[in-house]
């Protein structure tokens, strides 16, 4: 079996450093990388392409809300044609830069509070596939496993990935639970293995109650502002080399490469 693990990464923002990109990157098939709206600016987008390259880690747009203050995780609400241009635009800006250094652009996975809108919200869902479709239609929509997002990934004729997380609980809804709530970020390192192969084991997602929602998932996200993200992966890693499952970019997931 094979799977992706993907990590929103490179989200610092000047002399401010948020995560250990340098030990997370080799753990990881796919780098999420943040595009300067939530944060992250040109040399850190660059500096993280380059880090991506030497691990063999595949590249993907991050794009978010333009809110530096709040990490992204605040709810903007805009017209969806707004918020259409502001994916792509971020989408340009990390393909003229990974370009610029021998790199392509292969996916796109939405931060933060754009994310969880688009879970439920088809017109930001569809504002998200038509921005990504515009700036390239073979770049992988990274979707929520259950969303809206995979609904319009279908509807534009886009590829895409089933996402669930590493590092996140489920609420009988099938979404995230709030990041209110305390037990919402696994930082166990033990909890989060066990998340991540009853997932794929039960082709399900497994809620904080124990309930299953049949889902079919390709890849997995850990968050790298997390300050445990590298220690739970290290775990993840081990536990599905035990279990026969090999780590693989999205496009050797998908047979592009």
Partial sequence: ????????????????????DTE???LIGSANVACGMHAGDPTIMVRTVKLALENGVSIGAHPGFNDIWGFGRRQIRMRP????????????????????NG???????????????????????LAIGRGIKAADRELIYVANAGSQMT???????LRYANEAYV?????????MASRERNDAVISDPEQAAQQVLGILQEKALITSSGKRIPAEVHT??????????????RKVRESLAAAGIEVV????LFGLN
């Fill in 81 to 100: 044609t707004d918020l259409e241009y502001l994916v792509t635009y971020q989408i340009g800006a990390l393909r003229a830069l990974a370009g610029s």
């Fill in 151 to 157: 609904r319009a990934a279908e509807q534009l004729g």
């Fill in 249 to 252: 970019s999205l496009p050797t």
């Fill in 1 to 20: 079996m094979k799977v992706n693990i993907n990590a929103d990464i490179g989200e610092g923002y000047g002399k401010y450093s948020i995560g250990n």
């Fill in 103 to 125: 790199a392509r652009v292969t996916h796109v996975k939405p931060h933060g509070a754009l994310n969880n809108m688009a879970h439920d919200d088809i017109d930001y869902a």
């Fill in 220 to 233: 997995f996200c850990i968050h790298g502002d997390e300050p445990t993200a590298v220690q739970v992966m």
């Fill in 24 to 26: 997370l990157m080799p």
């Fill in 167 to 175: 590092d996140r609980i489920y609420d009988d809804n099938g979404k």
